[in-house]
């Protein structure tokens, strides 16, 4: 019988990478990355624009790999939901991909403008607001709705499998749902990242990810829990 033991200790390592990294990528760049952009501002900022779009690639890579990383054990439980929670996150994927592009397009229209000068400068500020305002429905909430979804996919394969302790899982489907709830609320509001509601709501999911990573690293999965799957499987 396989232990997925490695592919425990990778799932885990995965979750603290996608959630370090969708955190930090709001370091490098902090305050100078607002509405109205400070054109002048963000080219002189030029390694910090390339490094917060290379921190949100890894963002979106790890946070793939978190469900390419269950599903050769998933897909034995459940197949649809497996698979659905692997399109989920590919999707967010694309989204976190298509807003770090956002960010370097909007450096490559800055350094034009400021090549031009103050007339440059003024004809590139609409565009630029433009980018910045996709940018932030990208990754505040087109970006959230499928990881979502596929989070919400690979709970349920995990509460019901008891894969993992059924009071870890479970907390992870409660605490995905508020961050539903709470994504929802941003669309409505148009309030993205840190606010008061965001935080309150996304810190359970924050903290369940942290321990169901560590849980997996040290560990792994539940043996009966694979005996049971491998013995539904001969």
Known sequence: MRTYRGSAIAVGVLFILCSATSILSIVPLGGALVTPV??????????????????????????????????????????????GSVAGRLVEAVFVVVGALGLLALLTVGQGAVAAGSAGLSSAMT?????????????????????????????????????????????????????????????????????????????????????LAIWLIAKGFDQRALASVAESQA
Do not use: C
């Not at 499928?146 to 993992?164: C, E, I, K, T």
């Open 38 to 83: 400070d054109i002048a501002k963000l080219v002189a900022n030029e390694d910090r624009v390339v490094m917060t779009a290379l921190i949100e690639f890894v963002w979106a890579l790890t946070g793939a790999g978190i469900a390419v990383g269950l599903y050769p054990i998933l897909k034995k439980l459940n197949p649809a939901l497996a698979l």
């Open 127 to 211: 565009t630029s607001n433009l980018v910045l305002a996709a940018r932030e429905w990208v990754h505040g909430f087109f970006a959230l709705l499928p990881f979502g979804v596929g989070a919400f996919m690979y709970y349920v394969v995990l509460y019901r499998s008891r894969l993992v302790p059924r009071w870890l899982s479970g907390w992870g489907l409660v605490a995905i749902m508020l961050f539903m709830v709470s994504t929802v609320i941003a669309g409505f509001t148009q309030e993205f990242g840190f606010t008061t509601v965001n935080t309150v709501l996304n810190i359970p999911i924050g903290l369940q990810e942290m321990a």
